[in-house]
């Protein structure tokens, strides 16, 4: 299913397209009920009626719809209409990745550095000085 802008799937009205590859689309959208933005992932024309993948489709929703961690966006919903399905996700703004991605690195930069700190604070007959 191809989401041009200005189409409207339910109550989400999609403004842009994020992403397109081969084995899917990604649009940003306004949620018209709960005023907020989305990302919507769609399934490309090509996989519309491949059981197989639809199947697999629905099984990423509903697993992704399980998993709750920083790094993995929010399933708000999964919408079926006469032209395929949709998984309706948290849209992730690149800046809230990258603060997410530095914070993890300054916190395994603290880790190391605790570490080295308390080894040499504590010497043994083999690094005694």
């Not at 708000?76 to 990258?98: C, D, H, K, M, N």
Request: charged share 25%.
């Amino acid at each position: 299913m191809h989401l041009a802008p200005g189409t409207r799937l339910g109550a989400y009205e999609v403004f842009s397209i994020l992403g397109a590859r081969s084995m899917r689309e990604v649009c940003r959208a306004r949620d018209a009920k709960l005023k907020r933005e989305v990302a919507i992932k769609v399934l490309p024309d090509a996989f519309l009626h491949d059981p197989e993948r639809l199947a697999r489709f629905q099984r990423e929703a509903e697993l992704l719809a399980t998993l709750n961690h920083p790094n993995i966006a929010a399933v708000y919903g999964f919408e079926e209409t006469p032209g395929g399905s949709a998984i309706v996700l948290e849209l992730v703004q690149w800046w809230r990745r990258l603060a997410l991605t530095i914070n993890a690195c300054f916190c395994v930069r603290v880790s190391c550095f605790n570490t080295y700190s308390r080894a040499r604070a504590f010497p043994t007959e083999r690094n005694a000085s």
